[in-house]
């Protein structure tokens, strides 16, 4: 059974509305009798009398066998038109397919205007600009389409595996007064005359939320004005944040380890033909769990391998990728310097120039960044004045730590960048359907 096929049965579909049959069924459908699909016509081979159409649709592709006037009909129809076959469950020749469709009447649903723009078969090259200008169109490209499947099916996964530890899914807001962690990469807006700004990360809210909810998490869309042009920023992307009270970042670590488990053991079920191997993700660590080196630990790497860091020292890119050759597969980096680290971090007893933090890596990329967070709302005040923020800009928040706030940790979660790493894409322009950076606002 191929991927597609595993990806449709795990949804028990077997049969359609209204007697049009999902591709993927087909096979699944007595000889004899009438059937209709819909999709788009892909091929068509025209061999005098009898001419071979293949007709996809989101889950596979059917064969219809046209003849008399429905192959004259046939032959006027532009490819990647929308259309809908009518005919009877027949014996085929063909060795990739269960069965064809004797075709008895073809309806064009909607006509393909050439030249298309892009080529969505994949025959001929686009480059991604060209793509990206016309995803809708893209998205009929078999490998663009399981990427979006993909990214479904991991959502769900997490999902599912949060809810099932209590966790509840919450909405945040999106439009917020105040900056959530300084004035940064802000997108600022006009809200009826007063300053608002698109929220950066849920942060604040989500650590509000556990004093009432103890276990909360988002996904959601966060904005930040990034500048630079990369193949890991987005001015919108989305991220899976999760806030626990009670959990230290040690155990946020281990619901990041399950979470990732899961979530490649599923996809891997699902489409083994595009998930590579648990190997491929843990290294040697599948059995013992995401290694967790200190941040010191990877300075003392990094200096061994040639670099001049001392402690305090942000990671580069090229520190990172030096680390990722060292490290293959998931590895975290974690107490990293107090100063490295937003207000909202909690130092380690004893060693305040160290917080309780961590990021999760892959090679080079960081994915998931989280901590303990510090609850004392004194602690919290000298915080944010050291870090030359105004407590006033905070005074909402910080409220709320006078009610009782448990202690809590949590993360946020780049999906997007999880799903370059899950998918093996090098660009995240790849996995987001409609991406926004400093050149692209449409489509
Ligand atoms: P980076 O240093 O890579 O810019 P960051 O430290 O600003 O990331 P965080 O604020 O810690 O990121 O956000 C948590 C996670 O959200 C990151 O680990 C990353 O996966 C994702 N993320 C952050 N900014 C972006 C962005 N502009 N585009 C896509 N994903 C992002």
Not at 261 to 288: A, D
Request: charged residues 25%; aromatic residues 8%; glycine residues 6%.
């Amino acid at each position: 059974m191929n991927s597609w096929s595993r990806y449709q049965k795990s949804k028990k579909l077997s049969k359609c509305e209204n007697e049009r049959i999902f591709a993927i069924c087909l096979g699944e459908q007595p000889l004899g009798k009438k059937i209709s699909v819909a999709g788009w016509i892909v091929d068509f081979s025209d061999i005098g009398k009898i001419g071979f159409v293949k007709v996809r649709d989101v889950t596979g592709t059917v064969q219809g066998v046209v003849t008399g006037d429905v192959l004259a009909r046939t032959r006027e129809i532009p490819r990647q038109s929308s259309v809908l076959i009518k005919g009877i469950v027949s014996k085929t020749k063909a060795k990739d397919l269960p069965v064809e469709i004797a075709v008895d009447d073809v309806i064009v649903n909607g006509k393909a205007v050439h030249p298309l723009p892009i080529d969505p078969t994949g025959r001929i090259e686009s480059s991604m600009d060209k793509r990206l200008d016309c995803r809708a169109l893209d998205l009929r490209n078999e490998h663009v389409l399981t990427i979006f499947k993909i990214r479904s099916e991991a959502v769900n996964v997490i999902r599912n595996v949060l809810r099932s530890k209590m966790f509840i899914e919450v909405n945040t807001p999106k439009i917020i007064g105040s900056a959530t962690e300084g004035g940064a990469n802000l997108f600022e807006l006009d809200y009826f005359k007063r300053k608002a700004y698109l929220a950066q990360s849920p942060q604040l809210y989500k650590e509000e939320l556990t004093l009432g909810l103890e276990r909360v998490f988002e996904v959601g869309p966060y904005f930040r004005a990034e500048p630079s042009h990369t193949v890991r920023h987005l001015s919108e992307f989305i991220s899976i944040d999760l806030e626990a009270a009670y959990l230290d970042y040690n155990e946020i670590m281990d619901i990041v380890d399950e979470l990732i488990m899961s979530t490649i053991e599923s996809l891997r079920t699902l489409f083994p033909v595009n998930i590579k191997s648990t190997n491929h993700y843990y290294g040697n660590s599948i059995e013992s769990g995401i290694p967790r080196l200190s941040y010191e630990e990877c300075l003392n790497e990094l200096n061994r391998s040639g670099e001049h860091l001392e402690f305090g020292d942000d990671l580069s890119d090229a520190a990172l990728r030096t680390l990722g050759t060292i490290h293959n597969g998931f590895y975290f980096i974690k107490d990293w310097p107090t100063k490295l680290k937003p207000f909202y971090i909690q130092e380690h007893e004893g060693r305040k120039d160290l917080s309780k933090s961590f990021d999760l890596q892959f090679g080079y990329l960081e994915l998931i960044s989280g901590g303990t967070r510090e609850h004392d709302p004194n602690n919290l005040r000298n915080k944010l004045i050291e870090q030359g923020l105004s407590t006033e800009s905070f005074s909402h928040h910080l409220r709320a730590f006078d009610w009782g706030m448990p202690p809590h940790s949590g993360c946020g979660i780049g999906f997007d960048r999880l799903m370059m790493v899950l998918t093996s894409s090098d660009n995240i322009r790849e996995v987001v359907l409609f991406p926004r950076d400093s050149d692209r606002l449409t489509p």
